[in-house]
């Protein structure tokens, strides 16, 4: 085996970046040309679908909001890896190859869905701060006319 034969064989165990020469004009069109019906695509469905289920129920829960937040963001930050590691062995768990070497696939039914997640937790957690606020004020105005009040009386 000679020198250009062991470079060929690693070019070709290189997945093509499927979606560099491709022009997408719109966003749908793109999510449309997806075969959802993709045993790994399905199981990322029902991940989001925990998710969303996980971020609901923690609204209670300010500590494990917290951690699924944190979670949340590590998983988020690791995307750049994760599509590394899905554009080499796509072949293992796909039909296509999907992983384009700017990472829109994954950042389109991956990154999107956990960030819209975590924008829900802000907002709860702004909705909160809003709240305890209010409620700190009231006692305090009902604090200061009690005083008031007293100081009438005395």
């Known amino acids: 085996m000679n020198m250009t034969e062991g470079k060929a064989q690693n070019i070709s ?7 560099s020469n491709l022009r997408i004009t719109s966003l749908w069109t793109f999510l449309i040309s ?10 990322l469905l029902v991940f989001h679908v925990v998710c969303l289920f996980l971020t609901v129920v923690t609204c209670r829960f300010y500590r494990a909001q917290i951690c699924h937040f944190v979670l949340m963001a590590a998983l988020v930050y690791s995307a750049e890896y994760l599509n590394e590691f899905a554009a080499i062995n796509w072949r293992s768990f796909s039909e ?15 990154s999107i869905p956990l960030l819209l997640n975590m924008v829900i937790i802000v907002v709860v957690w702004i909705y909160r701060t809003f709240s305890t606020m209010s409620e700190l004020k009231t006692l305090q105005l009902k604090r200061k006319a009690r005083r008031e009040k007293k100081e009438k009386h005395d």
């Open 13 to 19: 165990s290189v997945p093509i970046d499927g979606f």
């Open 34 to 43: 997806v075969q959802w019906s993709e045993p790994w695509l399905t199981g």
């Open 96 to 110: 296509f190859q999907y992983f384009d070497s700017k990472g829109m696939f994954l950042s389109l039914v991956y």
